[in-house]
T-cell receptor
Framework: GAVVSQHPSWVICKSGTSVKIECRSLDFQATTMFWYRQFPKQSLMLMATSNEGSKATYEQGVEKDKFLINHASLTLSTLTVTSAHPEDSSFYIC???????????FGSGTRLTVV | GENVEQHPSTLSVQEGDSAVIKCTYSDSASNYFPWYKQELGKRPQLIIDIRSNVGEKKDQRIAVTLNKTAKHFSLHITETQPEDSAVYFCAARQAGTALIFGKGTTLSVSS
């Protein structure tokens, strides 16, 4: 149980274009979704916290106009990387809390390469 | 906000030896401390976790200890095997918030 499905698993896009990453909770309602970015050989860095029906909260240094987060329903949260540049190339992964303090579940991640 | 420090960044052991990875956290309100194993390009995989009302937890060859006073927790792997080679991350969380991760430890177990 408590599965988060993340798509796409990998994407290559041209500089200046936008890319949307989706995370769906399949068998539970995710009122809160956390978005992380992981550069090669580095840790998972929290980018933002999204709550269903409200604006996302961004961590310091993360551009909210560049990384658009939408959490319009209890089962879907999306991250759109706008006007992507090569330095945005990274592994993006979403995570949701499992109710009842059951820990966290993670999406399978999206490898973004901007060329 | 929470800050998690993890040491060492790399650890090499011989098969059968024990491995210890240590983490410290900054926010005394944190109450949940999981450890993850991550393979390249994959999602983190939970290997063990501990909550602030417990001092130690063990699962076969893996154990975690927590010292709330000192704000540090450690992962202990006994009888290491080559398949234990991976990157390990510790994390900490306050109630209802996101996990904050340490920088990771690359464990290499040689046979």
């Amino acid at each position: 149980g408590a599965v988060v499905s993340q798509h796409p698993s990998w994407v290559i896009c041209k500089s200046g274009t936008s890319v949307k990453i989706e995370c769906r909770s399949l068998d539970f309602q995710a009122t809160t979704m956390f978005w992380y970015r992981q550069f090669p050989k580095q840790s998972l860095m929290l980018m933002a916290t999204s709550n269903e029906g409200s604006k996302a909260t961004y961590e310091q240094g993360v551009e909210k106009d560049k990384f658009l987060i939408n959490h319009a329903s209890l089962t879907l949260s999306t991250l759109t990387v706008t006007s992507a540049h090569p330095e945005d190339s990274s592994f993006y992964i979403c995570s949701a809390r499992i109710s009842g303090d059951g820990g966290y579940t993670f999406g399978s991640g999206t490898r973004l390469t901007v060329v | 906000g929470e800050n998690v420090e993890q040491h060492p960044s790399t650890l090499s052991v011989q098969e059968g030896d024990s491995a210890v990875i240590k983490c410290t956290y900054s926010d005394s309100a944190s109450n949940y401390f999981p450890w993850y194993k991550q393979e390249l390009g994959k999602r983190p995989q939970l290997i063990i976790d501990i909550r602030s009302n417990v001092g130690e937890k063990k699962d076969q060859r893996i154990a975690v200890t927590l010292n709330k006073t000192a704000k540090h927790f450690s992962l202990h792997i006994t009888e290491t095997q080559p398949e234990d080679s991976a990157v390990y991350f510790c994390a900490a969380r306050q109630a209802g918030t996101a996990l904050i991760f340490g920088k990771g430890t690359t464990l290499s177990v040689s046979s």
